[in-house]
């Protein structure tokens, strides 16, 4: 048997073939209308928050390095709507909070790992929190036991300010 040479071209092509089904593989959707516990296998899902009447808690799953989580309001709630941790697990990032109302104000609220709190609190007509049609929760494991927040909300308050979108629950 001889041996049979693999050109660059050919080695790349195969790195991305294998990048794109990893992507593909973390893509699932799904649709939330109601309380809801995720687990380790949702992780790189998008999940749609389909629900405006009374409140729900989705709870995450243990925080493992690599599990990520994007939330999308498709439904903005008038009522409390909390992503909570499991276990000890905890929340750090910021949530910036801009106002639909003429005004446009806007306030960030920044959370330190070492102040973490336990979950994110969404309410679409809140002073010191938002969650309307659209907006964005991104939640992602990079070290055990916490998780890291990027949010990206609006509400329908002139004024929102004293931002307290990650809280304890």
Same mark, same amino acid.
């Given at each position: ?44 899902? /998008? ?6 009447? @009374?409140?729900?808690?989705?709870? #995450?799953? !243990?925080?493992?390095?690599? &599990?990520? $989580? ?27 909070? /801009? ?6 104000? @806007?306030?960030?609220?920044?959370? #330190?790992? !070492?102040?973490?709190?336990? &979950?994110? $609190? ?11 049609v ?6 992602t ?20 300010a ?8």
């Open positions: 048997m001889g041996t049979k040479r693999v050109g660059w071209a050919r080695i790349r092509s195969l790195i991305n073939e294998n990048q794109n089904e990893i992507k593909v593989r973390n893509t699932d959707i799904l649709a939330v209308t109601t309380t809801k516990t995720l687990v380790a296998n949702d992780s790189g899902a /998008t999940v749609y928050m389909t629900k405006n009447g @009374s409140g729900y808690v989705i709870t #995450l799953p !243990a925080a493992t390095v690599g &599990s990520n $989580f994007k939330f999308v309001v498709a439904a903005g709630g008038a009522a409390n709507h909390f992503l909570t941790c499991a276990g000890s697990d905890l929340i750090f990032g910021k949530a910036q909070v /801009t106002s639909t109302h003429a005004t446009h104000d @806007s306030a960030v609220q920044e959370i #330190l790992k !070492a102040s973490a709190k336990d &979950s994110v $609190f969404l309410h679409s007509t809140g002073a010191t929190s938002g969650g309307r659209g907006d964005t929760v991104e939640l494991c990079i070290e055990a036991g916490y998780w890291i927040c990027v949010a990206n909300l609006y509400t329908s308050h002139a004024t929102p004293s931002i307290v979108t990650i809280k304890n629950d």
